[in-house]
């Protein structure tokens, strides 16, 4: 494994949405994203899943209150807890998730990724 740059590696895409792999840990993957607009409502039954920002605002929505998030911040939304992430203008992201972890969680629609690219 060579070392990752991260502003390098977000320069190699401009899909949103659309997470790429950079990076395996542990039977985790490491994960760049980038968001605009807003994503839907899902759970992941069995995995946390952790947001860090890297660049830009992240909303996440929770069932019973917000959470914003500004660059060099995170979040991890447990196990079972229904999330809408959005972002008014686009941002970068970066996400530590078990290699199960499907990006739309329990619903499957336009915006699922089933096989995920390395970068």
Do not use: C
């Not at 977000?10 to 994203?33: H, M, Q, R, S």
């Not at 019973?64 to 660059?71: G, I, K, M, P």
Request: glycine share 6%.
């Amino acid at each position: 494994m060579d070392k990752v740059n991260l502003k390098q590696k977000f320069g190699l895409f401009v899909d949103t949405w659309n997470p790429k792999i950079v990076g395996e840990l542990n039977n985790n993957y490491v994960k760049l994203a980038k968001f605009k607009g807003e994503f839907v409502w899902h759970k992941h039954e069995d995995e946390d899943e952790m947001f860090l920002v890297i660049k830009g605002q992240l909303l996440i929505k929770l069932r019973d209150r917000d959470v914003n998030l500004s660059e060099g911040e995170f979040f991890i939304v447990p196990k079972g807890m229904e999330h809408l992430p959005i972002a008014q203008e686009e941002v970068h992201v970066v996400l530590f998730e078990p290699k199960s972890v499907l990006n739309t969680g329990d619903k499957k629609n336009s915006k699922t990724v089933e096989k995920l690219k390395w970068i």
